[in-house]
């Protein structure tokens, strides 16, 4: 019972239609099999079509090429509206879509040999267009290691983030057991560059320095990154001086900013009262504990 979004998806990519507009419907429950609701759907012609091709001239990605292929579609948002393997030939076609604007993106898995193409805008209508697109080979790529050069037994915790100068998220890439990562499909540019722990485990090590990096297109540029011991470590203590263990009703998080109160890292104190940072750069920094209560709260935050 409720408002629902409804549309006939055909599988296979070899069709020659694609899928129909989404429809909105609301269910409630009949009273009878006459009120049960009706609703006729079609499949449409496809709005976006086009050949999907290998980096180094025109040829197309076959079956016979490493890696998976998947054409996604996103809003003016980044959400997505909706994705397609690639046909056996290289080709796809994209349909079902409301008219508006959009971006279109192959992204790449599977293979260290390319990365995602470039995403390009492209205004969707009821008439069908052809769009042609083309993967990449790495922008950038590198090794993320251990300051010990210790195996990197957690490497699944671990991801590299590429942001521009103002610190905006543009892109994430994951590290393979050896610790290698490749990025690519991005406007060329100046941008930084980190490793870091997405999760606990990694064996006491922190985030890695962030780097600047000047990517070009049609270069490759080695930017190896190594994580970090922690920098800031302590206890978060009670006000008695004794340290604070985490219960039912109370959680403490450590937040790290700078001068000016922009938070910068959030370390969450799981079972004890310990806290953590690495990776920083030299200066100042204001440290806070904060605890928040599922029910009545005894405890708040430091100064």
């Not at 008439?127 to 590198?142: F, V």
């Not at 070009?216 to 006000?239: A, E, F, M, R, Y």
Request: charged share 15%; proline share 6%; hydrophobic share 35%.
């Amino acid at each position: 019972i409720g408002d629902y979004q409804i549309r006939v998806e055909p599988s296979g990519t070899d069709l020659p239609y694609t899928a129909s507009i989404p429809e909105e419907i609301t269910l409630s429950n009949p009273v009878s099999a006459e009120a049960v609701p009706t609703l006729d759907l079609s499949l449409t012609h496809p709005q976006l079509q086009g050949t999907v091709y290998l980096p180094e001239g025109q040829t197309p990605i076959t079956s016979t090429v490493e890696g998976d292929y998947t054409v996604v579609v996103r809003d003016s948002q980044g959400f997505e509206v909706t994705s397609l393997y690639l046909a056996s030939d290289g080709t796809y076609k994209l349909g079902g879509i409301v008219p508006g604007d959009y971006v279109i993106q192959v992204e790449v898995s599977g293979t260290n040999q390319y990365v995602n193409s470039l995403p390009q805008d492209v205004t969707l209508g009821t008439a069908s267009q052809t769009l042609d697109l083309t993967i990449a080979a790495p922008m950038l790529q590198g090794k993320v290691s251990n300051p010990d050069n210790s195996p990197l037994n957690n490497y699944y915790s671990i991801e590299v983030k590429l942001t521009d100068l103002d610190g905006k998220l543009i892109t994430t890439a994951s590290v393979d057991y050896e610790g290698n990562y490749f990025i690519g499909g991005i406007p060329a540019g100046s941008y930084l560059v980190k490793a870091a722990v997405i999760s606990l485990g990694n064996d006491g090590f922190f985030d890695s320095p962030t780097q600047e990096v000047a990517l070009l297109t049609g270069q490759t540029i080695t930017c190896n990154l190594v994580l970090t011991t922690s920098v800031i470590h302590g206890k978060v203590l009670n006000p008695n001086g004794t340290p604070f263990v985490n219960d039912s009703n109370h959680q403490v998080e450590v937040v790290l900013a700078a001068p000016d109160g922009k938070e910068l890292a959030t370390f969450y104190c799981y079972e004890n009262a310990d806290y953590s940072f690495g990776g920083i750069a030299d200066g100042d920094y204001q440290l806070q504990a904060r605890v928040w209560a599922v029910d009545n709260q005894t405890y708040f935050n430091s100064r």
